[in-house]
């Protein structure tokens, strides 16, 4: 069986105007090779500091922006705006997005019903029809439809409004969802509740979610496999547990050094990521990570690391991890 969501080598440089003093134009590689999958029913979780390509990824897989480059394949079919390919319209109502400013993605003038409804109306359902299928989705949220149907979304707190955006997605009877630090901006009470609501409703609508976000514990929680990106590219893939306990790479070992303790004491902490931010702006040569790598090799300011296979379904892009072994010289020396 095909994977729900397949991604291949996807691509996006931006180029930056001419600056002053006649400095030549500057590429952004901001999605650079990006490639994963995610099976039918499952989460994928896409993490990695600001920056590093993970909205423009999920952009670029709606088509919100145009790739250069790369294949995107709901179920084994190609989607894209070439010839022979399936639309991209019908790629927009498989896949539906969820973004982390809830105000932001809701129209102030229309009531929930309407926001909710938009979506089907447009494509010919009758108004008693659609405004079943809002009252509905209402309920599936988590949300009375009887108080909240006539109400406009400044009347609604975060929490609620992510909840209507969740139900406006799902009027477009998605497979897939796109989760765009969809829980970021909501109190911790709040997020779990979101959370739960996620889980359940993944459950009984069959979908499949692409889970972006910058808190690794979220990410965690609610993910089956893991991609951790940095500066345009994946640099580890795998299931979720085996990529908490076991990183291979080292910017997924210091992303995770880097995570607040849920305990005092709980883990060790490392200051492993120093130097500087990551800039997409002409990017280090060799491994990207190379400049603030604590294990960094002379081949590692030269040759780009491919990913290898580390233990079954993991994959590391790094020099000094040695192939289905999961270890290497230097990366078993430090302890998590
Ligand atoms: Fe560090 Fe080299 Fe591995 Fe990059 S390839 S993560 S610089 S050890
Ligand atoms: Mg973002």
Do not use: W
């Not at 996807?10 to 650079?32: E, N």
């Not at 705006?81 to 498989?94: A, D, I, Y």
């Not at 280090?284 to 002379?298: K, L, N, T, V």
């Amino acid at each position: 069986l095909p994977p729900a969501l397949e991604v291949l080598d996807l691509k996006k440089h931006f180029v930056t105007r001419k600056t002053l003093l006649g400095k030549p134009d500057r590429v952004v590689r901001a999605v650079d090779g990006v490639s994963f999958h995610v099976a039918r029913g499952q989460t994928l979780g896409v993490v990695g500091e600001s920056g590093c390509g993970k909205s423009t990824t999920a952009r670029l897989l709606m088509h919100l922006i145009e790739p250069d480059a790369g294949r995107i394949r709901l179920h084994g079919r190609e989607y894209g705006n070439v010839g022979g390919l399936k639309p991209v319209s019908e790629l927009r109502q498989r896949m539906q997005m969820v973004f982390q400013d809830s105000y932001a993605s809701l129209n102030p003038r229309l009531t929930i019903e309407d926001s909710i409804a938009f979506g089907p109306r447009i494509q010919g359902q009758s108004r008693s029809e659609s405004r079943q299928l809002a009252r509905d989705l209402l309920d599936q949220v988590g949300l009375n439809p009887d108080s909240f149907i006539r109400r406009y979304p400044h009347e609604l707190s975060g929490g609620q409004r992510q909840r209507v955006n969740i139900a406006r997605a799902l009027a477009m009877k998605p497979e897939i969802m796109v989760l765009d630090e969809a829980v970021s901006a909501l109190d911790k009470s709040v997020q779990a509740q979101v959370l739960n609501l996620l889980s359940d409703l993944k459950r009984d609508f069959e979908l499949t979610y692409l889970f972006i976000s910058h808190d690794l514990n979220v990410v965690q929680y609610i993910s089956d496999h893991v991609v951790v990106m940095y500066l345009g590219q994946v640099v580890e893939f795998g299931p979720v547990a085996q990529i908490y306990e076991q990183p291979a790479h080292p910017y997924t070992r210091a992303l995770l050094d880097a995570v607040p303790a849920q305990t005092p004491n709980s883990r060790k902490a490392h200051t492993v990521l120093e130097g500087d931010p990551p800039n997409p702006i002409d990017p280090p040569a060799g491994c990207r990570f190379h400049p603030r790598c604590p294990f960094a090799e002379p081949i590692c300011a030269e040759r780009e690391p491919v990913p290898v296979r580390v233990r079954p379904e993991q994959e590391s892009a790094c020099h000094m991890v040695a192939p289905q072994s999961g270890h290497s010289r230097h990366l078993t020396m430090i302890p998590l």
